[in-house]
T-cell receptor, first 115, second 110 residues
Framework: SAVISQKPSRDICQRGTSLTIQCQVD?????MFWYRQQPGQSLTLIAT?????????ESGFVIDKFPISRPNLTFSTLTVSNMSPEDSSIYLC????????????FGEGSRLTVL | DAKTTQPPSMDCAEGRAANLPCNHS???????VYWYRQIHSQGPQYIIH???NNETNEMASLIITEDRKSSTLILPHATLRDTAVYYC???????????FGAGTRLTVKP
């Protein structure tokens, strides 16, 4: 298994600012996924991040708004840019371990409130 | 769109088996069936997965029909701590396609 740590666990931000969420894994992972979860809703995939290549974004999510970095096999960041109250949500990262058959491990999420 | 269909909610008595169904009628031959659960305010937790054979681990059993168009997750002796939203997902391993549907909200009652 793997332990995934996210920072910050929660934050309150002002409209128009940007926040970077960090995701650290204690093992090497092949693929990393970033999700958004609105209150009472399921998880929505934002993008898939592979080391050494550009992230792949889902429909409705763009790189200018949610830039992602993946500098190595154990770390990734998601930035929420130019935030508005509609960006208030829980953001989760997950990783798929090398050598496993596709099961993902998740962080506990970063709860973001935009005023 | 999610590739799976699950009932929105289910109840189960504590100590009884919880049987959670999932339909995935368009599943491809190389897609696995994965189950996750999310307890309130926590990140999703992996439970079990399978390709075509039934699987069992310390948490649950997974029964996949012969045609692979549906599956059932079985929690053999549900406890109050099993109250959570359960998600069924079909996916090709190492594919950029890990999408969650609405899931089933399981409530285990004393």
């Amino acid at each position: 298994s793997a332990v995934i740590s996210q920072k910050p666990s929660r934050d309150i931000c002002q409209r128009g600012t940007s926040l970077t969420i960090q995701c650290q894994v204690d093992s090497q992972v092949t693929m990393m996924f970033w999700y958004r979860q609105q209150p009472g809703q399921s998880l929505t995939l934002i993008a898939t991040a592979n080391q050494g290549s550009e992230a792949t974004y889902e429909s409705g999510f763009v790189i200018d708004k949610f830039p992602i970095s993946r500098p190595n096999l154990t770390f990734s960041t998601l930035t929420v840019s130019n935030m508005s109250p509609e960006d208030s949500s829980i953001y989760l990262c997950s990783g798929e371990l090398r050598g496993y058959t596709g099961e993902l491990f998740f962080g506990e999420g970063s709860r973001l409130t935009v005023l | 769109d999610a590739k799976t269909t699950q009932p929105p909610s289910m109840d189960c008595a504590e100590g009884r088996a919880a049987n959670l169904p999932c339909n995935h009628s368009t599943i491809s031959g190389n897609e696995y069936v994965y189950w996750y659960r999310q307890i309130h305010s926590q990140g999703p937790q992996y439970i079990i997965h399978g390709l075509k054979n039934n699987e069992t681990n310390e948490m649950a059993s997974l029964i996949i029909t012969e045609d692979r168009k549906s599956s059932t997750l079985i929690l053999p002796h549900a406890t109050l701590r099993d109250t959570a939203v359960y998600y069924c997902i079909v996916r090709v391993v190492y594919n950029n396609d890990m999408r969650f549907g609405a899931g089933t909200r399981l409530t285990v009652k004393p």
